[in-house]
């Protein structure tokens, strides 16, 4: 059974980095079927996909954030990671990653929707 | 970017009822729709994917339908486990892919 396990700091500094990972079990990281995927979901409010990445390194970001973003994966550890700087209290939010399914429509595998999720870390943003 | 709009927000329905959500989508998604269920503390869950089709292990009671910019989730008779938040994310047009605000079901 594949899961899905975010770690990171609870508490982060306005101004300061957050950086989370997330550690995939039960599957492989580098399977072509699949993308991951960092979502975040403020207190009380909804959800919002932040980027998705491929094995080979290919990244999509919501343009919101896109100039402080930056997913990356480590295959051989079988784990990606979120690196969003510069944050504020408005990216104080409960973060988690999912599995982004591709598509099985070739030439192009886009990645689809998310059907396995981790549990999901609050990360709070405060001095 | 896609703009999915769902309602209501809220739905009170007492268990056994019959709970039909809906996702309007600003422009067409074809038939590229998903849904998931929220439980308070807990990670969503995807139900149903192209619109129709259910995920692993969900229930008959969860059915989808629609196309293009129009789209319902129905659960026929509510179970006490079903009272939660529901999401809507298209497929279509990423990125971004996006959600709706979500709809949440309670208890009457």
């Known amino acids: 059974q594949l899961q899905l396990q975010e770690s990171g700091p609870g508490l982060v500094k306005p101004s300061e980095a957050l950086s989370l990972t997330c550690t995939v079990s039960?599957?492989?990281?580098?399977?072509?079927?699949?993308?991951w995927a960092w979502i975040r979901q403020p207190p009380g409010k909804g959800l919002e996909w932040i980027g998705t990445?491929?094995?080979?390194?290919?990244?999509y970001y919501t343009s919101s954030l896109e100039s402080r973003v930056t997913i990356s994966i480590d295959t051989p550890k079988n784990q990606f990671s979120l690196r969003l700087t510069s944050v504020t209290a408005a990216d104080t939010a409960v973060y988690y990653c999912?599995?982004?399914?591709?598509?099985?429509?070739?030439?192009?595998?886009?990645?689809?929707?998310?059907?396995?999720w981790g549990q999901g870390t609050l990360v709070t943003v405060s001095s | 970017e896609i703009v999915l709009t769902q309602s209501p927000a809220t739905l009170s329905l007492s268990p056994g009822e019959s709970a039909t959500l809906s996702c309007r989508a600003s422009?067409?998604?074809?038939?590229?729709l998903a849904w998931y269920q929220q439980k308070p503390g807990q990670a969503p869950r995807l139900l149903i994917y192209?619109?129709?089709n259910r995920a692993t292990g969900i229930p008959a009671r969860f059915s989808g339908s629609g196309s293009g910019t129009d789209f319902s989730l129905t659960i026929s008779s509510l179970e006490p486990e079903d009272f939660a938040v529901y999401y809507c994310?298209?497929?279509?047009?990423?990125?971004?892919?996006?959600f709706g605000q979500g709809t949440k079901v309670e208890i009457k």
């Open positions: 999912a599995r982004h399914r591709a598509s099985v429509v070739l030439p192009a595998r886009r990645p689809t929707y998310f059907d396995y």
């Open positions: 039960g599957g492989s990281i580098s399977n072509t079927n699949y993308y």
């Open positions: 990445i491929y094995y080979s390194g290919t990244t």
């Open positions: 422009q067409s998604v074809s038939s590229y």
């Open positions: 192209d619109a129709s």
């Open positions: 994310q298209q497929r279509k047009d990423g990125p971004p892919w996006t």
